[in-house]
């Protein structure tokens, strides 16, 4: 059986949400890869594990970073034992360590992933005690090594997951407050906007001030990886921990000064606020951002013809919430008709009837989701002294 070398450029899967794999891409090809593929929940490339712990410690939009160890035919779960058994896994996880299995899985003869998984975990198990005489814990915490099983139709292939935990969350969110927006999705939109991360970005009902805080992230060049200490890759026997001590302190090195940037973050709520000073500070970005207590029709508005006001209102998901909203999303049309002229406004909402009130026409209304909710963000050209109905 063939070595498994870490360092030969192989099939990764670059996972994300569905319909951020856009922005993910642009992330990948800032970074100096070329896509082979893009599809609607992520990015396809080739390269080394120390590639992959690049992606890990810089994505933004990503959910898992996988690298493929093996394809294979597979007609039933005794053909994935079969292949797997055959695998090096002796060469690939520490007898005293501890692994967990991932599936996504689509073919008949499984109705129930849990099941692939466990097939996984056996092979696994009973390969490394064959070859050494003992084998590592398993379970459900994807805190340590994480093996991947993706299988569809008659093609079956495993993966190291890189990640472990998701990347999705970025790590400094200490209280995520009410009805929190996840960080990837956050930057995705910040992604989308026309901000181009020095003029004004200003956040009316800013909530946990996910949104503000991502765009300072974004604009200074703080990476994700600044806030994590701990990835599947760092599981896994043969892991370059020089290679990754290196590009860790290299994001440090990357960070950019940005004295003059204006981020105002407002919130009716003083619970709000201050979890949005704590999640700041957690994030090394507090003194970027100011943050005031007032209702949205109240935030500040400096003189500006570049800057980017950007709103995530609630959606209304429960009887009697629906009428009430309807007079919030009608004054934020007014308020930024009113106050925000020379600004570019935007607006994330998971209720398209709401945005009807908002009395105002999008010059572009971009797709997203938020959970398995249908969103849009909407864009809106606030020209001075320009009526829109």
């Known amino acids: 059986?063939?070595?498994?070398?870490?360092?030969?450029?192989?099939?990764?899967?670059?996972?994300?949400?569905?319909?951020?794999?856009?922005?993910?891409?642009?992330?990948?090809?800032?970074?100096?890869?070329?896509?082979?593929?893009?599809?609607?929940?992520?990015?396809?490339?080739?390269g080394t594990m120390n590639d992959c712990i690049r992606l890990n410690l810089n994505l933004r939009c990503a959910s898992q970073v996988l690298y493929s160890l093996k394809e294979f035919p597979s007609e039933s779960p005794d053909d994935v034992y079969r292949e797997l058994f055959r695998m090096p896994w002796e060469r690939v996880l520490s007898n005293n360590g501890y692994f967990s299995v991932t599936s996504n899985v689509d073919h008949p003869s499984i109705n129930n992933s849990l099941y692939a998984n466990v097939k996984v975990k056996d092979a696994i198990a009973d390969r490394m005690r064959s070859k050494t005489g003992g084998r590592p814990d398993s379970g459900s915490s994807l805190e340590a090594a994480v093996i991947h099983?993706?299988?569809?139709?008659?093609?079956?292939?495993?993966?190291?997951?890189?990640s472990?935990?998701?990347?999705?969350k970025h790590g400094y969110r200490k209280i995520p407050g009410k009805a929190p927006m996840l960080e990837a999705l956050a930057a995705a939109t910040i992604f989308a906007t026309k901000?181009?991360?020095?003029?004004?970005?200003?956040?009316p009902m800013c909530g946990s001030s996910t949104i503000a805080i991502e765009a300072t992230l974004i604009a200074t060049n703080r990476r994700p990886g600044l806030f994590r200490d701990n990835y599947g890759f760092m599981h896994i026997k043969g892991f370059d921990d020089i290679f990754f001590e290196k590009e860790k302190a290299a994001l440090g090195e990357k960070i950019i000064d940005l004295p003059d940037l204006k981020i105002i973050a407002t919130d009716i709520s003083e619970d709000a606020i201050n979890i949005s000073k704590i999640n700041a500070g957690a994030a090394g970005v507090e003194n970027y951002i100011e943050f005031i207590r007032c209702s949205f029709e109240d935030t500040p508005i400096p003189e500006n013809t570049n800057g980017i006001v950007f709103l995530n209102p609630e959606y209304g998901d429960r009887m009697g919430e629906e009428a009430e909203l309807e007079k919030t999303y009608a004054a934020i049309g007014d308020f930024m008709k009113k106050k925000c002229k020379g600004y570019t406004g935007y607006i994330f909402t998971g209720n398209l009837t709401l945005a009807k009130k908002i009395g105002l026409k999008a010059k572009r209304k971009i797709e997203f989701y938020t959970s398995k909710i249908d969103c849009r963000l909407l864009e809106y050209e606030l020209y001075a002294g320009t009526r829109h109905n």
């Open 1 to 46: 059986m063939e070595l498994i070398d870490l360092l030969t450029p192989r099939r990764i899967i670059v996972t994300c949400s569905k319909r951020l794999s856009p922005y993910l891409e642009l992330e990948i090809v800032e970074l100096g890869f070329i896509p082979v593929r893009t599809f609607s929940t992520g990015v396809e490339l080739l």
């Open 149 to 162: 099983l993706f299988w569809k139709n008659e093609t079956a292939e495993v993966f190291i997951d890189t």
């Open 164 to 168: 472990g935990q998701t990347l999705a």
């Open 195 to 203: 901000w181009n991360r020095q003029s004004t970005f200003i956040n």
